[in-house]
């Protein structure tokens, strides 16, 4: 997963675009079909109004379904469109920082309530969507004698406060083990919710971009959708349609491959190494995914450009090859947008009367944006969230 990777802010960066020989489309979408949903035309209403199918505000529509509010959701190209179903498929524990990083941050009460939160949804997750779900675990590899030595100190604060870990040590390295944690197929998942929410009630409409948003209202271009109540559920490119929150996300690519089923390898549950800057998978069906290499071109990769580029590609092909051990070809290499925020935890905010907003997973938000999905759509038609108090007192 892309865990870790440094919340810096460095200089802005023009999008870079050049031609490409890359599919740019997911492992996760060989087989599967998408649902077409269709583009929102003329005037309608509904209590909530919700921008942006991903997984969170997929996540957020069902809760507001629980809560018996009438939802239409808006998105500017297809459900699971953006990172949500075309991201590494970890489903991991806590927040973007390891435990005892969190710790040191949040405090200890606070840290192992989110990381209990995290357990909880991803078994809310699993039985949500049992066919698109393994719950097998989870491998951090230390990458040095520093990694390894940051490992243990992980594994005595988890220790500490009675949670899953176990050290471990491989023919692959060295390092710990997650019982608790597991993989998804992002995509898959995406389409399910979005069906089902549509079977409770919901409407749903693709190609459908959010060009303005006020309290009551958002506009595309063929259509407006008038609402008591506007969520934005948008991780990369938040700041673009929200420019008020540019200061506290930021947009950054995050690029992946996969090959096809590769026997000479034999990888029981997803790895994160080398601080989590590299991340890989072995599928049900053989296939490897692997994301990372960022860090390595970290200027370049802020961008809202959604390209796949030649040189992150070759960085992660490497170490597909000599850190892997994959021969298989490559099948397919894709990228998306998601946004960093500047703080260990990611946004919600009401960002004007009426509109609330979510997003800023720093790489991590299968789970977490779940949950953000789940509470923004309590407070803002509630004012109030059980979820609040561990994952943003402040709000
Ligand atoms: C390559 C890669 C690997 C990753 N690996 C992992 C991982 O292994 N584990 C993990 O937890 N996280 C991972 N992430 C991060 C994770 O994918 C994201 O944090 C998460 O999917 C965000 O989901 P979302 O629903 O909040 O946002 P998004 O997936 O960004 O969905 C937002 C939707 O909003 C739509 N939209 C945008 N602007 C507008 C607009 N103006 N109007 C209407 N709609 C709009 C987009 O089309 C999109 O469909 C990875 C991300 C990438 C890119």
Redesign the pocket.
């Known amino acids: ?2 865990v870790c990777l440094p919340r810096r802010y460095g200089r802005a960066s023009l999008p870079v675009v050049k031609p490409t020989p890359y599919d740019n489309v997911p492992a996760w979408g060989e087989h599967l079909e998408s649902a077409q949903y269709p583009d929102l035309t003329g005037d309608v209403r509904a209590d909530v109004c919700v ?7 997929l996540s957020c529509i069902h809760e507001l379904l629980r809560l018996g509010h009438h939802v239409i959701g ?4 297809t459900v ?5 179903g ?5 489903l ?1 524990a806590g927040t973007v920082e390891f435990y005892h990083d969190t710790v040191a941050e949040l405090g200890r009460d606070r840290a192992r309530r989110i990381y209990q939160l995290t357990l909880d949804e991803m078994d809310r997750i699993s039985s949500e969507t049992p066919d698109a779900v393994w719950r097998n675990g989870s491998l951090r590899l230390a990458d040095s004698e520093a990694e390894e030595r940051d490992c243990q100190l992980q594994l005595a604060a988890m220790r500490n406060d009675g949670l899953s870990v176990e050290s471990y040590e491989g023919p692959d390295g060295r390092g710990l083990l997650f019982p608790e944690d597991g993989s998804f197929n ?1 995509l898959a998942r995406c389409r399910t919710l979005a069906r089902r929410a549509v079977e409770l009630g919901a409407t749903l409409h693709e190609q ?3 060009i303005s948003l006020s309290n009551g209202e958002v506009r595309t271009r063929d259509g407006r959708v008038l609402c008591k109540h506007v969520i934005v ?5 938040l700041e673009l ?1 929200l420019p008020v929150l540019a200061g506290r996300v930021r947009t950054a690519r ?3 491959l996969g090959t096809g089923p590769a026997p000479e390898v034999d990888i029981p549950r997803p790895v994160y190494s080398r601080w989590g800057y590299d ?1 890989w998978q072995q599928l049900p069906d053989g296939r490897v995914v692997i ?1 990372g290499c960022r860090d390595r071109f970290i200027d370049d990769e802020w961008t809202t450009d959604t390209t796949p580029t030649t040189e992150v590609q070759q960085c992660i092909e490497r170490v597909l090859r000599e850190t892997v051990g994959v021969t298989q070809p490559v099948r397919h290499r894709w ?4 946004s960093y925020s500047s703080g260990i935890m990611p946004v919600m905010d009401q960002v004007r009367p009426g509109v609330w907003a979510i ?1 800023g ?1 720093s ?5 977490i ?1 779940a949950l953000y999905g789940r509470m923004v759509a309590q407070i803002a038609v509630t004012g109030t969230s059980e979820l609040l108090p561990a994952l943003a007192p402040g709000v």
């Open positions: 997963m892309a921008v942006g199918l991903g997984g969170s505000g808006i998105d500017a190209g699971g469109g953006g990172a949500a075309r991201n590494g498929g970890f991991l992002p459908s971009r959010a559920a948008v991780d990369g490119h349609l995050l690029q992946m991340y994301g990228a998306a947008a998601v997003g997973y790489g991590t938000g299968n789970v944006g």
